[in-house]
């Protein structure tokens, strides 16, 4: 069952749409990584019936429901799905001018018992690692897993805490100065992983 929401309109999403960028990956190559990631799961992991993706809000959610589509089409299994919203477990969302960021809060669902499981959290892209950071404490305040791992599908760099991920799409090194943009059909319309010259919000992570 998804657990993804379409959401509403995000100017600055769009706006960023708009710039001059990049094109890294397109479609088929997305698609390509997925299938890479799907198997890398399957083979590192004996139990797939212990397995849950968690998919972290907004980007990984999708992501971690096409990881579990690919895995049941190659194994017959249906791993357990789930999602967090990390938005109240961020440090550093700070809006121009000092003032606290007001953040668009989405859902945690995680529908199924984590002890005993080996959660993989998925996100689109891991840069500084405040994001991962924030999902596993997210987590851990519903359960104990096992295990947990991390999917991404971009690793850019850039990293401020000691997080590595055990599944990489592509590592694409940038500058602080660029963004790694990914579009998704089931969020932006199409699939395609963007190079922007622009700096990354302080948020980002």
Request: proline share 6%; hydrophobic share 40%; with cysteine.
């Amino acid at each position: 069952m998804s657990t993804h929401v379409p959401q509403p309109a995000n100017p600055a999403r769009q706006a960023e749409q708009r710039l001059p960028a990049k094109v890294l990956l397109d479609g088929e190559a997305l698609e390509r990584t997925l299938s890479r990631i799907a198997h890398e799961i399957i083979e590192r992991n004996d139990d797939l019936d212990a397995v849950a993706l968690v998919g972290i809000h907004t980007r990984g959610v999708p992501i971690a429901e096409r990881l579990a589509e690919l895995i049941e089409e190659r194994t017959g299994t249906e791993v357990a799905l789930g999602a967090v919203d990390i938005t109240f477990q961020r440090d550093d969302r700070i809006a121009p001018g000092g003032a606290a960021e007001q953040p668009v809060v989405h859902a945690t669902d995680l529908d199924f018992p984590l002890a005993g499981t080996t959660c993989i959290l998925v996100d689109d892209v891991l840069y500084t690692g405040r994001t991962i950071r924030a999902a596993i404490e997210t987590l851990f305040a519903q359960g104990r897993p096992a295990r947990v791992q991390l999917a991404v599908l971009v690793d850019r760099g850039h990293r401020e805490l000691p997080i590595r991920p055990d599944y990489v799409g592509k590592n694409l090194p940038t500058s602080r100065s660029e963004r790694i943009q990914v579009q998704l059909t089931e969020t932006d319309g199409a699939d395609r992983i963007l190079l922007l010259n622009v700096p990354e919000e302080e948020s980002r992570g």
